[in-house]
């Protein structure tokens, strides 16, 4: 069977021999192949170090720093089993320019959904006390002069029964609101020539319009912004009540003073809408744009542009990088092979997998996860260390000489039944692809084999590249990212040793057999496990759907909300 040689970054040979050439040649002078397994299970940070003298030396322009806390990387640290399914559902090293990693699509659908809370936010917004400062006169030929004066109102009761929520195109949302109710009331003070009077007032207005349109964009550093673009209001109905004083007298000029009260009404709810759009505002300045994941890695959502606004969607476009913590990032060159180049499409698919628009779709590029290796490799994060007793018993390598002196006969004689230890680590990222039929992952890996001696000084022993090839599947079931993998690849080749000549061939039969058998099964178990899919407070995801696109994973769902 021919591997797809098309592919760049990709070798030619047989099918779990040669698929993936290493990006860098081989200290001696070997030919080196490819391996991929499910070794990000495996990894585990035991030291936190910089890239060793095999790692890729080529770097990209620094970039601006994030500031984030730097923390203390503890002994055996687990890299986060969502790492599995990140690197599952993304991959390849990204090319320059400014794509979003990150893509989100709010639908019309979303907007409905969203609608109730809007509603419940204008009336917690308007459901108050408001300052009013109301004055104004009246002359009467027969009474003389009446001044009066309201300072402040107080809403009671805000019906939107006929109400929507739409896009309003380049330029954000629209709140239609018509028929509205309104129930208030209010003290007032009025003075009749050299008569002081005071007491209080009901209105009522039905038949209350308002149309809001919200602006949406963002600032120089990423963070969303909002403003108020417009507001109107109108009432036609108010219905108002005098109470103690002369009331008796006030209610029969009633008629004459609703004209001038009811415009000043209009004016104080699109007031109070565009006080309510300042807060909001005020609040997404210290909004955070990047979020510490663990003690490695920090992942930057920044807005990388002004959110496209159309009559009929809302796209958002996020940075979705990862950088490490408390360091500049320095992404890769474009001079580091690529398996596949990144490209955004200008839009997202407009045939969708389920028969009704979805609220939400939600596309994560091949950069993300690109990234995402790309931070734990320069972190020294993908490694870990295998002690004898760490292996199933019924694995058909065991890490003592008496098995290993089966691919290496020095070994065994010099070393008679010791156990040994593995060191393994990254040579260099994980490479990664996502394309219609599955996600393709290349791991370049190397392996270091110690003798234990009695006294517990490690001797080293042989030194070897083990490459491999890998395809997943991710699916998603409620709130929860699930996948699985398979080992389509696998080559192991000596760099060097100090217990004579290694027998490689054996060596990496015996440990596709000894994967195929123990270590694919285990790593599907930990994948099918899943890992939660990150919402807001009282959010979970409905009617889910994913679906694998060249170049990124496109996810489409509806949303529910349960307080």
Known sequence: MEPDSSRKGLGTGELGDVLVQPALPPQDGHQHQSWSLPLAAIYSPRDTVEPGPMAPAVWGTVTTCHASRSQHHPQGTLVPAWLCLLLLLTACVPAAGTNPGIKARLTRTALEFGRQFGLKLLQSLLQKEHELNLTGSYHSPLLGTLTYAVPRISIHELQMNDSAVDFAEDVGLRLTVQRARIQLSAEWGAQLGAIWDRGSVELHMNELAVVAVLGVSMDDSGRPMVWSASCEAHGTNLHMEFHRGHSWLYNLLAPLLQKALRQQLNKQLCLELRRGV????????????????DPFAAIDHSLLERPAITAEHGDVAL???????????????????MALPVAWPAALPTVLPTA????????????????????????????????SNMLPRRFPLQLRTKSMGLFSPQLQERYPDQPMELHLSARQQPLLSCHPDALHGALFGLAEAFVVLPNATRVPAFLLNIDANVTGKPTITGNRLR??????????????????????????????????????PWANKRLQAGIPVPTLHGLSLLNSQLSLQEGFVLIATDLQYKS
């Open 483 to 520: 996948g699985t993998v398979s080992l389509t690849g696998l080559s192991v080749t000596q760099v060097m040793s100090h217990v004579g000549p290694v027998e490689v061939k054996r060596l990496e039969t015996l440990l596709k057999f000894g994967l195929w058998l123990f270590g694919v």
């Open 319 to 337: 940075k979705g990088e990862f950088f490490r913590v408390g360091k500049c990032q320095q992404g890769p060159s474009s001079a580091l092979p």
């Open 278 to 293: 300042y807060r909001l505002e005020d609040a997404l300045k210290h909004m955070k744009v990047s979020t510490q994941l």
């Open 356 to 387: 009704q628009e979805p609220m939400l779709l939600l596309a994560i590029t091949e950069f993300v996860a690109n990234s995402a290796a790309f931070t734990y490799f320069t972190a020294g994060a993908l490694r870990r260390n295998i002690s």
